[in-house]
């Protein structure tokens, strides 16, 4: 078992798998982008499965919102700074001579394609056994009036706060990225407020943080 492998909890069966989960783009080789794109639905379904056991009171909204939270690029990328991915990543000199190891996209979809391996490798059991540890904080941390931030901010500005209860509206500013992992900038924008922008891998996830961001920045909600 490698070092990596030790941190990992797993031995690959095909090495090969997690040599290519490591591999960005910058090489000119066979890249993880595949496996990222994999990667991305397996994590979706094993966040999906903790918070639906951790909360059995809470409705589909509130479960998307956390879902959100726990999938989205930051979170991917806390969890592969625990999983000591960096050191390990497989990327041109220039790339990494110009920080690219630490650099929150990399290391987000770096974390996304080894889960992919783990799921190729040893099944969904050796996937999530890596996301419940890597996850665990992230989990924990979870803010319990955590909710839907569009419905939250809608709901405060119908609630009188604002003159002639204007509401919020939202524009995607900007779509970057492949078709299998598109980031998406949109802006919600409030009467009387600056606008906020939150990124997302959809439309949907987008709107949500920029109405998360509103909501911070007129003080309605507070970390």
């Known amino acids: 078992m490698t070092t990596l492998e030790s941190q990992l909890g797993h031995t690959f069966s095909d090495p090969s798998l997690l040599k290519l989960a490591l ?8 890249s993880n982008e595949r496996l990222e794109f994999l990667g991305d639905r397996v994590l979706g379904l094993i966040v999906a499965e903790r918070l639906f056991a951790d909360h059995p009171g809470i409705e589909e909204g509130g479960l998307a919102v956390r879902l959100n939270a726990l999938v989205r690029r930051d979170a991917c990328a806390k969890a592969g700074e625990s999983a000591g991915l960096a050191p390990h990543l497989i990327m041109a000199a220039s790339e990494s001579g110009s920080g ?38 992230q989990f924990q941390g979870l803010k319990a009036e955590l909710r839907d931030a569009k419905t939250a901010l809608q709901e405060w500005a ?50 949500q943080n920029a109405a998360h961001n509103m909501l911070m920045s007129l003080g309605v909600w507070k970390e």
């Open 158 to 207: 119908q609630s009188g706060a604002l003159p002639n209860r204007a509401q919020p509206s939202y524009t995607v500013m900007e779509r970057l990225g492949p078709d299998h992992a598109p980031i998406f900038t949109v802006e919600a924008r409030l009467a009387g407020h600056e606008p906020r922008r939150g990124e997302g891998t959809t439309k949907r996830e987008a709107e």
């Open 23 to 30: 591999s960005h783009a910058s090489i000119g080789a066979k």
């Open 100 to 137: 690219g190891r630490q650099k929150s996209a990399i290391l987000a979809g770096a974390c996304e394609a080894v889960i992919a391996a783990l799921y190729l490798d040893g099944g969904l059991e050796a996937a999530r056994q890596f996301v419940l540890r890597h996850w665990e904080d």
